[in-house]
């Protein structure tokens, strides 16, 4: 069964990559296969939360942050800013685990949306202390609701295709063990 379960773990972790890839190849592509003028959720840091909540075994932390830090150099962003807050935010989710297992999807969401929401503004923070170009706060408040409205949405997606449930229980549960 372990074997079993390992084997899954890898799996989810190709697949959690891919989507991440495959992410990137839509943002990077020459041609414009999205609409230029609507706000596009971060899915891969939703995916994230989402799966640390659900089985925190598929996103362990070096997966994490090759993801992000992929992110931030390949679509030039500050490099390693959004790595910090996601990561951040992750351990954060992964520690107080068991809290939000207990807790109903209403406050799940409610809480992950506080989450995001102090997360931009700690990161328009650190852009305006370093002097760095950053979108206007119209633009921040309009990504954290698109973020939020899209939450419940990338739940039911990850329940589809990386098969875990909110009540499943993860071999190894975090980094640090609680006595």
């Known amino acids: 069964m372990i074997k079993n379960y390992r084997y899954r773990i890898i799996l989810n972790q190709f697949l959690f990559f891919f989507i991440f890839v495959l992410g990137l190849f839509i943002l990077l ?22 799966l640390i909540i659900r089985s925190p075994d598929y996103v362990p932390f070096w997966l994490i942050f090759l993801t992000f830090i992929l992110s931030d150099f390949l679509l030039t962003k ?6 910090f807050l996601v990561l951040i935010i992750t351990e954060f989710v992964r520690r107080n685990r068991p ?22 503004l700690l990161k328009e923070i650190l852009l305006i202390l370093s002097l ?22 990338v739940v039911i997606f990850v329940r589809i295709v990386f098969q875990v449930k909110k009540t499943e229980k993860s071999i190894s549960y975090s980094i640090r063990n609680r006595t």
């Open 29 to 50: 592509s020459p041609i414009t296969l999205l609409p230029t003028n609507i706000l596009l959720p971060e899915t891969t840091l939703l995916i994230t939360l989402i």
């Open 78 to 83: 500050p490099l390693g800013l959004n790595t």
């Open 99 to 120: 809290a939000f297992v207990e807790m109903l999807f209403l406050s799940e969401w409610l809480v992950i949306s506080i989450i995001l929401f102090f997360a931009s």
């Open 132 to 153: 760095s170009e950053r979108n206007g706060w119209i633009e921040t408040l309009q990504q954290i609701g698109v973020d939020i409205f899209m939450y419940p949405i």
